[in-house]
């Protein structure tokens, strides 16, 4: 009898073995298992900003300006990852190595700082009345949220992911997260110098450069600029090889300021004076609005808090003094084509504006899909005509080797600045990939209208999760093998054992 008990309590001690070895094998295959995951699937960002009080209520914020970036492509391996696009890659961020929110915070923070400085265009959509915004057909990827820097509130950048890795549900395609936002009661106020001549010819206003200028402009609490805006009143802008510099005020309160120019003595000069340079040259000045209209004052209340307001103080010069030159304007039209349509992919392009003696005079780095302008300075003495060439180059402006690049290139040529049409002119460029084997990155995604979806957490928001370097290298299958052979061995090794004792 005491043999049988002792037989029966191996068994169960065997048993007990087993069904532990069984609960870890599920729980290593109880991850979000690689299974559920389909490469290439596309879903959505539902988003809700909102704003919580120290008591923890939550109010939704209607008409905040959002700005979204494709920040990573996804690499998958048996497990997913999210690894940066090359737009971002400067950021050297390993997402894979992250453990804890403040990572999440820190990245996103950063990649924000990369955005604002890339070439990269960002699909912007502002929240309705529940302060809802919904991004929807979107590629999988990474995405990072920000808010616009006009915007009326503060929106702390967050990272998002599609699709959202939960052990729970699986992947989640349609994604719920809710921006950390905050209302200021401050706002800044950006003040920008511009060079003009007067168009002996047209009478109308023509852009200039300045070799090297100083300039210095004041905020006052008057409107005859007597009262200084505190003891940091006064700004210095720089201007240096360009048409224009900018100075910037931070956390002005409510209230009327009044912009104005000084003077060597830092007085403000009176609006629409002359200043004299020298015996032969001189020039007036003015302050514009963002609306383009003649106004110096400034005013921060309910409507702009938060927001960058704008002044322009514009120097009008009658003649040009000595280092000052006439501006023209070259606009490049920049399309990539793939199979046909227009894309955007991750590769960088550049072209470079050359004068008729083929020196070049400027290289610029190309949007993609739209346009940038560049400027060619050049003196007073002019000729009605001007003629550049724009190619596309690297970004050193070395003409590129068209039987080696990856596109075939078009619309390159020369380029007519005229007198009569301001000195401005275009050229469209496009490049059209040579073979279809180009994946399309650097995409933005789409905005619309979805409806609802599973709720996840992100980086930045009000919540964090993982959702990186999730899922299990082996196949499910693997570990049903695993499995069974591991009852196979256990089973025959209880079978050995009872012929053992009956022996």
Request: net charge negative.
């Given at each position: 009898m005491?043999q049988?008990?002792?037989?029966?309590?191996?068994?169960?001690?065997?048993?007990?073995?087993?069904?532990m070895?069984?609960?870890?094998?599920?729980?290593l295959a109880?991850?979000?298992?690689?299974?559920?995951?389909?490469?290439?699937?596309?879903?959505s960002?539902?988003?809700?900003?909102?704003?919580?009080?120290?008591?923890?209520?939550?109010?939704?914020?209607?008409?905040?300006?959002?700005?979204?970036?494709?920040?990573?492509?996804?690499?998958f391996?048996?497990?997913?990852?999210?690894?940066l696009?090359?737009?971002?890659?400067?950021?050297?961020?390993d997402?894979?190595?992250?453990e804890?929110?403040?990572?999440?915070?820190?990245?996103?923070?950063?990649?924000?700082e990369?955005?604002?400085a890339?070439s990269v265009?960002p699909?912007?959509?502002?929240?309705?009345?529940?302060?809802k915004?919904?991004?929807?057909?979107?590629?999988?990827?990474?995405?990072?949220?920000?808010?616009?820097?006009?915007?009326?509130v503060?929106?702390?950048?967050?990272?998002?992911t599609?699709?959202?890795?939960?052990t729970?549900?699986?992947?989640?395609?349609?994604?719920?997260?809710?921006?950390?936002?905050?209302?200021?009661?401050t706002?800044?106020?950006?003040?920008e110098k511009?060079l003009?001549?007067?168009?002996?010819n047209?009478?109308?206003?023509?852009?200039?450069?300045?070799?090297?200028a100083?300039?210095?402009?004041?905020?006052?609490?008057d409107?005859?600029?007597?009262?200084?805006?505190?003891?940091?009143?006064?700004?210095?802008?720089?201007?240096?090889?360009?048409?224009?510099g900018?100075a910037?005020?931070?956390?002005?309160?409510?209230?009327?300021?009044?912009?104005?120019?000084?003077?060597?003595?830092n007085?403000?000069i009176?609006?629409?004076d002359?200043?004299?340079?020298?015996k032969e040259?001189?020039?007036?000045?003015?302050?514009t609005?963002?609306?383009?209209?003649?106004?110096?004052?400034?005013?921060?209340d309910d409507?702009t808090?938060?927001?960058?307001?704008?002044?322009?103080v514009?120097?009008?010069?009658?003649?040009l003094?000595?280092g000052f030159?006439?501006?023209?304007?070259?606009?490049?039209?920049?399309?990539?084509?793939?199979d046909?349509?227009k894309?955007?992919?991750?590769?960088?392009?550049?072209?470079?504006?050359f004068?008729?003696s083929?020196?070049?005079?400027?290289?610029v780095?190309?949007?993609?899909?739209?346009?940038?302008?560049?400027?060619?300075?050049?003196?007073e003495?002019?000729?009605?005509?001007?003629?550049?060439?724009?190619?596309?180059?690297?970004?050193?402006?070395?003409?590129?080797?068209?039987?080696?690049?990856?596109?075939?290139?078009?619309?390159?040529?020369?380029?007519?600045?005229n007198?009569?049409?301001?000195?401005?002119?275009?050229?469209?460029?496009?490049?059209?990939?040579?073979?279809?084997?180009?994946?399309p990155?650097?995409?933005?995604?789409?905005?619309?209208?979805?409806?609802?979806?599973?709720?996840?957490?992100?980086?930045?928001?009000?919540?964090?999760?993982?959702?990186?370097?999730?899922g299990?290298?082996?196949?499910?299958?693997?570990?049903?093998l695993?499995?069974?052979?591991?009852?196979?061995v256990?089973?025959g090794?209880?079978?050995a054992?009872k012929?053992?004792?009956?022996?």
């Amino acid at each position: 009898m005491k043999q049988k008990k002792k037989k029966f309590k191996m068994w169960n001690k065997l048993l007990a073995f087993l069904g532990m070895f069984v609960m870890l094998t599920c729980c290593l295959a109880g991850t979000v298992q690689a299974g559920s995951y389909e490469a290439g699937k596309k879903g959505s960002l539902n988003l809700t900003v909102q704003q919580t009080d120290k008591d923890g209520k939550t109010t939704p914020l209607t008409g905040v300006k959002l700005e979204l970036y494709r920040v990573a492509d996804v690499s998958f391996d048996g497990n997913v990852h999210f690894v940066l696009t090359s737009s971002m890659s400067s950021a050297k961020l390993d997402f894979d190595s992250f453990e804890n929110a403040s990572e999440w915070y820190s990245a996103a923070e950063k990649l924000a700082e990369v955005a604002a400085a890339s070439s990269v265009k960002p699909v912007e959509a502002v929240s309705d009345e529940q302060g809802k915004v919904v991004y929807s057909d979107m590629e999988e990827g990474m995405y990072l949220v920000i808010g616009a820097a006009e915007s009326s509130v503060k929106v702390t950048p967050m990272l998002l992911t599609v699709p959202f890795a939960s052990t729970e549900e699986g992947w989640i395609y349609d994604v719920q997260a809710y921006p950390k936002a905050e209302k200021s009661n401050t706002a800044g106020i950006t003040v920008e110098k511009r060079l003009y001549r007067i168009n002996p010819n047209t009478f109308e206003l023509d852009e200039i450069t300045a070799d090297d200028a100083t300039y210095k402009v004041g905020l006052f609490l008057d409107k005859d600029g007597t009262i200084p805006y505190g003891d940091d009143y006064i700004r210095t802008i720089h201007i240096q090889n360009a048409q224009s510099g900018k100075a910037s005020y931070s956390n002005v309160l409510r209230g009327t300021y009044y912009v104005f120019e000084l003077d060597e003595n830092n007085k403000a000069i009176k609006l629409n004076d002359e200043v004299q340079i020298d015996k032969e040259n001189s020039f007036h000045y003015n302050v514009t609005n963002a609306a383009d209209k003649e106004d110096n004052s400034v005013v921060v209340d309910d409507n702009t808090v938060a927001t960058d307001i704008a002044a322009y103080v514009n120097n009008i010069f009658s003649t040009l003094p000595e280092g000052f030159f006439v501006n023209g304007k070259i606009e490049i039209t920049k399309n990539v084509v793939v199979d046909g349509v227009k894309k955007t992919v991750d590769d960088k392009f550049y072209a470079t504006v050359f004068d008729d003696s083929g020196k070049a005079v400027s290289t610029v780095e190309l949007k993609q899909n739209d346009k940038v302008t560049v400027t060619v300075p050049f003196s007073e003495d002019i000729k009605d005509t001007v003629t550049y060439a724009v190619k596309e180059t690297d970004k050193n402006g070395n003409v590129l080797d068209k039987d080696s690049f990856a596109y075939v290139v078009s619309g390159e040529g020369s380029v007519k600045l005229n007198e009569s049409d301001q000195y401005k002119g275009s050229i469209e460029i496009t490049n059209t990939k040579k073979d279809a084997t180009v994946t399309p990155g650097g995409s933005n995604g789409g905005s619309g209208t979805s409806n609802g979806g599973s709720d996840a957490s992100s980086h930045g928001g009000s919540a964090t999760s993982r959702p990186v370097k999730t899922g299990d290298p082996m196949n499910p299958a693997f570990w049903g093998l695993v499995l069974l052979v591991s009852v196979i061995v256990i089973a025959g090794g209880v079978v050995a054992y009872k012929k053992r004792k009956q022996k």
